[in-house]
C-alpha cells in the first residue's frame, strides 16, 4: 500500500539553529511530492515541489531550502531558523498512478521557533 | 491517527444533479472545518469553510453543512457542473492550530 511518512510531528528550535524535516514515501516510484506551510487564513502555501531526483521547484522566496536525494524521499531543510518560520508544515504526494487520483498529505510537523 | 475521515474515494453523478460529499471527524475540539479542491496537476485551493458555532454556511452552489453531534460534516453542490469534477479534500483544525486533511473523495460530474 502506498503511505506518507513525515517527521518529526513537533519540533522546538532556537533562531539561528539548522532546520531538516523529512517526508518519505512507500509504495510508488517517481512520485510528485510537495512541501506546503499553512498559511495565515488556515490556507495552505506551496513551498516547494519536486518532480524528480534532484529536482526542486521554488514557489516563494524563504528561509528554507528542499531537496529529492532520492526517489521517495523529500527533505525541507534551513541552515539558520528565524523566529518567522515557526509554522505548520505539510508534505504531500501527487498520486500519479492509474489508482492514485489525488493529493496524500503528510501529519505535518509543526516547527516553533524560540 | 485518522482524525478526519472521508470514507468515498470517489463519486459519480449527473450534470445538474446534487453532489454530496462527507467527512467525518472524531476530536471534538477541532473548531473549524475546511474543503479543498483540487484539479490535476494543480495544488489544492480552498473552497469553503465552516466555525463550529455554525451549521451551515453557502456561497453560491457550495454550500457545507456541519452535524457537531455526529462529528459529521457535508458538502453540497447544487446544481453540480462537469467543471466541479475534481478531488475534495475535507480539513479540520482546533483553536487555529494545525489542519487535519482527509484523504479526499474523488468528484466525477457527468454531462
Known amino acids: 500500500s502506498q503511505t506518507i511518512h513525515q517527521w518529526p510531528a513537533t519540533l522546538v528550535q532556537p533562531v539561528g539553529s539548522p532546520l531538516s524535516l523529512e517526508c518519505t514515501v512507500e509504495?510508488?516510484?517517481?512520485?510528485?511530492l510537495y512541501w506546503y506551510r499553512q498559511a495565515a487564513g488556515r490556507g495552505l502555501q506551496l513551498l516547494f515541489y519536486?518532480?524528480?531526483?534532484?529536482?526542486i521547484s521554488s514557489e516563494v522566496p524563504q528561509n528554507l531550502s528542499a531537496s529529492r536525494p532520492q526517489d521517495r524521499q523529500f527533505i525541507l531543510s534551513s541552515k539558520k531558523l528565524l523566529l518567522s518560520d515557526s509554522g505548520f508544515y505539510l508534505c504531500a504526494w501527487d498520486g500519479t498512478g492509474a489508482a492514485n487520483y489525488g493529493y496524500t498529505f503528510g501529519s505535518g510537523t509543526r516547527l516553533t521557533v524560540v | 491517527d485518522q482524525q478526519v475521515k472521508q470514507n468515498s474515494p470517489s463519486l459519480s453523478v449527473q450534470e445538474g444533479r446534487i453532489s454530496i460529499l462527507n467527512c467525518d471527524y472524531t476530536n471534538s475540539m477541532f473548531d473549524y472545518f475546511l474543503w479543498y479542491k483540487k484539479y490535476p496537476a494543480e495544488g489544492p485551493t480552498f473552497l469553503i469553510s465552516i466555525s463550529s458555532i455554525k451549521d451551515k454556511n453557502e456561497d453560491g452552489r457550495f454550500t457545507v453543512f456541519l452535524n457537531k453531534s455526529a462529528k459529521h460534516l457535508s458538502l453540497h453542490i447544487v446544481p453540480s457542473q462537469p467543471g466541479d469534477s475534481a478531488v475534495y479534500f475535507c480539513a479540520a483544525s482546533a483553536r487555529d492550530n494545525d489542519m487535519r486533511f482527509g484523504a479526499g473523495t474523488r468528484l466525477t460530474v457527468k454531462p
Open positions: 519536486s518532480v524528480g531526483i534532484g529536482q
Open positions: 509504495g510508488t516510484s517517481n512520485p510528485n
